[in-house]
């Protein structure tokens, strides 16, 4: 079956669809090539197997038994797959002194937490950024701007001293309150308030008088509902692989992307193990 | 709401134009408070910090000293290593930067064909490698060096190499390798956004668009698209940058730290050398500074590009 035949069994497809459900099924036909779109859909299916190929390949490591993992040569897929690393790793974490449930109320604490206060912090300030016509505005944008661009490395001296005279260090205040406020967050809630939300909108509702933080939770939050769902998800997922910190000492306040590091570490020995932990976290 | 029409901008100073304004728009000043007050006290202060300390010399232990411009003068005439670092830096920017930004786009673009329920799944195959923090790793295992190693074992197998290759010991493979790996992972924040960005675009536009004569996808994009999601190409211009300059950890991670012959030494390595291993906090500032002037320079660069979008 050649390239033109799957085309026009498309079209036929696409053309089926479009008399049965309106011209509304595929987006605005008129300006889509039927050849153009096949095209589409090959290269997305072809990049798709090379971004998860890794993925499944690390799965497969997981359930590989201690024999298989060294055998030469390597074979990609699994023969006798084995759940034995699984309960190998929640007994290696069973065994240590801080249950592993801690480790997991920790990053969910976190996570939550951080991500909930990100977004709201965020999008106030985006809102009045984007939409309140204040003096200075433009100022603290360019400063946010400009703020992204410099290294975490050199400024985390200054941030340890800010955390131990605010009496943070070895909190959960340490990790989740700098969260509260990224760069990130800030921009992208800023950018699509600027394109989602219109002005005409809002001016009517000032004109109603509905105060600012009515028009922001139910005119201007449900507009960008794509742009929070974004933030929500990055935030949550950046916050979920909070592993070793510097605020943080005590054990138990330590997370559970900490803790799969800790066995990582620990050598070939534990090598399925491991392999099993990084499945898990994502 | 007419009596307020009637002052307007010519009859009073400038001052006291502002004064009213901030005194109208108060609320504003309350919302983004919150922000603002944590965003100086664990962002700004800290930047503004270590620019100064860039003047001088800090170990930790003793107070710094002033040293005037030192550091920069030393990182420029006498530390080798750092022009490697730039160099490196630059190519890998330069490659990944441009590469990581048209690969979220274009995918997101193309994503945003399919129906709602499949364009969900592929974009979590897309996402997928930027979820786990350290996935990469398993590129360790598939270019790992010895026989073991599936990629090696493979071309063995068929007889393209007769020995394994030491990919990540190897100065000739390190970069090529880092920046595959690094433009694999590459499809992260600025991937969501631009799909997000591409939903919240208005549909009208696009009627209006057939209408006026736009006959085919290309021409949607880049007349209608494009212009309309200037904002968001920002966003991802500047993740983009702040990405590709600020590369180490993937380096590090796969090809060890120094690397080999410091083919993939990056500013940011040198960076974590002088700031993390041997304490010159002053001397570390003054490579973040520089990296900082860097990426401020790529930025006004990248912004000109993208005035010219949709014209």
Redesign the interface.
Known sequence: MDIKTIIDKYKAYRDKRIAKKGPNTFKRSVTRSAGGDVGIFIILGIVAVIMVLPMVYAIVQSLKPLDELWVFPPRFFVVNPTLKNFTDLFRLMGSSWVPFSRYIFNTVLISVVGTLGNVIFSSYAAYAIAKIKFPGRKFLFSIIVYSLMFNATVTSITNFITMSLLGWVDTYLAIIVPAFCTTFGLYLMKQFMETNVTDAVLESARLEGANENLIFWKIAMPMVKPAWITLLMLSFQGLWNTGANMYIYSEQLKTFNYAISQIVTAGVARWNSSRRGWTQWW | ?AKEKAIIRSDISRFRW?LL??KK?????L??M???L??F???????V??IM?SFTTFN?LELPQFVQMDNYIRLILDDDIFLIAIKNTMIFAAITGPGSYLLSLF?AW??N??RPKIRAI?TL??Y??S?????Y???T??FNGD????VN??A??FGFISKPILFFADKNWIPTLVIVVAL?TS?G?SF??F???F??INQEL??AG?VDG????W??LWFITLP??R??L??GA??A??QS??FGAVITALAGFPSPDYCAHTI?HH??DY??TRFE?GY??AI?TI??FM??GA?LLVNKVLRKVGS
């Not at chain 2, 736009?214 to 996808?217: G, H, I, K, W």
Request: charge should be negative.
């Open positions: 709401m502002t304004e901030m728009n108060w609320v504003g000043y919302m983004v919150p922000f603002f944590l965003f006290i664990f962002t700004v202060v800290p930047v910090l270590s300390l930790m995918f193309f994503i064909e399919l592929v195959f897309f997928a490698p979820i786990s923090g350290n996935i790793l398993i590129f295992i598939l026989q073991y190693g599936i074992a493979y063995m197998k694999w499809l924040s969501l956004m799909i997000a960005g939903q919240g696009y009627e057939a736009v006959r085919n996808r021409q949607e309309t999601m904002p968001q920002m966003l500047i993740l940058i702040t300059f600020g940011m960076l974590e700031g993390g906090m570390a500032s973040a990296l900082f990426m401020i930025n």
